[in-house]
């Protein structure tokens, strides 16, 4: 008899959020991915167009699309700026609008910038062990507020999708700055 193949779960470190085992996949932002994304285009201009910003590692069980399926993934963002902005994710709308999500900080310092499609911004500030719910139709976008690596691991629905175009289009109404050494949310003239 033939024994049962041993299948290797992933494997979170709980130390750094790093996910390990066959199947994850993982993709990485460099300056020169965002343009258009930073308000001050020639403090980007200074900056490594080859320097890592972000990196996602993500489990998908299920095909992208499919009804019912969640999705793991772990974010590390780097310590820096832009400006006078953190750095941060591109973020999104879930395509499917209704699509919520869970973040969960791992290490560092951030926050979690959320704009309704009324275009209200409002954020969280994200540290070790906080938990945040990102509700349906809420675009989302996270920023390393901090000195160190920020990581976060996430759950999300395997047909919630990416629209990242309507937030490359108009962008998020307010901008997470750095007022007086204090991140603080400036409105977008
Ligand atoms: C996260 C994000 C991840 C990177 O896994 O995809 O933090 O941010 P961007 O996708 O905006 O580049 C998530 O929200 N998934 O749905
Ligand atoms: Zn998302």
Same mark, same amino acid.
């Given at each position: 008899?033939?024994?049962?193949?041993?299948?290797l779960?992933?494997?979170?470190? &709980?130390?750094?959020?790093?996910?390990?085992?066959?199947?994850?996949?993982t993709?990485?932002?460099?300056?020169?991915?965002?343009?258009?994304?930073?308000?001050?285009?020639?403090?980007?201009?200074?900056?490594d167009?080859?320097?890592?910003?972000?990196?996602? /590692?993500?489990?998908?069980?299920?095909?992208?699309?499919?009804?019912?399926?969640?999705?793991?993934?772990a974010?590390?963002?780097?310590?820096?700026?832009?400006?006078?902005?953190? &750095?941060?994710?591109?973020?999104?709308?879930?395509?499917?609008?209704?699509?919520? /999500?869970?973040?969960?900080?791992?290490?560092? /310092?951030?926050?979690l910038?959320?704009?309704?499609?009324?275009?209200?911004?409002?954020?969280?500030a994200? %540290?070790?062990?906080?938990?945040?719910?990102?509700?349906?139709?809420?675009?989302?976008?996270?920023?390393?507020?901090?000195?160190?690596?920020? %990581?976060?691991?996430?759950?999300?629905?395997?047909?919630?999708?990416?629209?990242?175009?309507?937030?490359?289009?108009?962008? &998020? %109404?307010?901008?997470?700055?750095?007022?007086?050494?204090?991140?603080?949310?400036?409105?977008?003239?």
């Amino acid at each position: 008899m033939t024994p049962p193949a041993i299948v290797l779960l992933p494997h979170v470190d &709980f130390d750094t959020g790093t996910l390990r085992g066959s199947g994850i996949e993982t993709a990485v932002r460099t300056i020169a991915d965002l343009k258009g994304i930073f308000r001050d285009a020639r403090a980007l201009e200074t900056l490594d167009p080859k320097a890592v910003v972000y990196r996602v /590692e993500a489990y998908a069980p299920v095909a992208e699309g499919t009804e019912g399926g969640l999705f793991w993934g772990a974010t590390f963002i780097e310590p820096g700026m832009v400006g006078d902005e953190y &750095f941060m994710t591109k973020g999104h709308f879930h395509a499917r609008r209704n699509r919520g /999500e869970y973040y969960v900080t791992v290490a560092g /310092e951030g926050a979690l910038i959320l704009m309704d499609e009324a275009r209200q911004t409002r954020f969280e500030a994200m %540290s070790p062990g906080s938990v945040h719910y990102i509700p349906g139709h809420t675009a989302h976008r996270t920023a390393n507020t901090g000195n160190a690596v920020l %990581s976060f691991v996430a759950c999300w629905p395997s047909d919630a999708g990416h629209d990242y175009e309507t937030i490359a289009a108009r962008g &998020f %109404s307010a901008r997470l700055r750095n007022v007086a050494g204090v991140p603080a949310l400036v409105e977008e003239a």
